[in-house]
């Protein structure tokens, strides 16, 4: 599923591409010249992005199929009492359609929805509900927009006087035929018809290339003063998404620590028959010092500094949808690497949004009702 994601990131860590964007202090605008620069960092959207700080993802809940997990009344006043601000709610809402061309929205998902929404407002969050695998999207963009447009005219009527706390987020992960640049005029549209029915209401935004930070530079907004970017960031992949079976090849080595060195060096598991970057990457992760190790904040930090600069420059908060690391990870290194994610996020002064709350990422052990050990700390610790 995320094969794309990690041959992006498998080339871009070859060329040097990202790196020598992301790394260099002085900041260049790329973006075309239809994204215009707005002058005022007291936006609507500014002061929504205060809002949305501190929070969890619902992963595998309203998005999933069979997998899925079920979560109590009582989790959401877990996760505010754990300390976080704001809930991003992923569904699945084009699985609940009828037939073109209306495409309504079954009562049902409404129902679902309304639950988790009304949980998070009740205890004193904010959130933001999305469009989530919508894969007829990624493959045909131009042919699923009308269908992608009636989804959110419905979704748009329903929550029209819900509370200023709730957003919206258009699509995400756009990818594969889902490029930026064919986005960009669908988001606009899809912002057009909010706006008939929610003047006010916030709207987040993803660029292509699975929300990713190096299709930031191809983004195109209408100059809307409510809305917010939103992007995704797994660095480092192999760390984050070690075993994890729904992604490339590249990733099924486990036993990867962060930060790197690991204090013996790692064998690789038999039978996996790396490609030469994997072979590269954990040559480099066995020897190189912790200060150049590439699983270590050296994989984000960079990044993230550039993610500040790009929204300085162009008037657009930017918030930090998704990081996190899979289950496979040892509790200490999932630990370190939450912790340094987010303190590097907010030294860039982004906000930040865990993958996630109770599903392979886990943040919260449901069987002892408590957080995975050492996670409190690392989100919530000085
Ligand atoms: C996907 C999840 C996946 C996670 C980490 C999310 O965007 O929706 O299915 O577990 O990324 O790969």
Redo the contacts with the bound molecule.
Sequence with gaps: ??ST?IITIAMLLLGGGLRAQTDDASFTPANPPGLLPLPSHKSPAYRAAKLFRHGV?L??YL??GSWAVKIDAGEFAAMKHEGFDHVRV?VGWHRYAGPAPDFTLSPEIFSRVDFAVTNTLNNHMAVMINI??FDALDKDPTNTAAEFLKIWQQIAAHYRNFPARLAFELD??PHDYATTALMNPIYAQAITEIRQTNPKRTIFVEPGG??SIAELKNLVLPPDDNVIVSV?C?DPFHF??QG?S??SADVQQTNIVFPGPPAQPLAMDEGLNPKPWVRDWIEKYNTLPSGQNPSSPLAFTGKLKYLHAWSDYYGRPIHLG?F?A?IKADERSRANFYAAFRQAAEKEQLGWCI??WS???RYWDKKNNAPMPGMRDALFGK
Excluded: S
């Design positions: 599923m995320k994601r993802n992963g595998d998005e999933a992923p989530h695998h995400n992960e699975w929300g995704h797994y984050t998404h994890a729904w992604t998704e996190g899979y993958w996630d599903a392979n990422f």
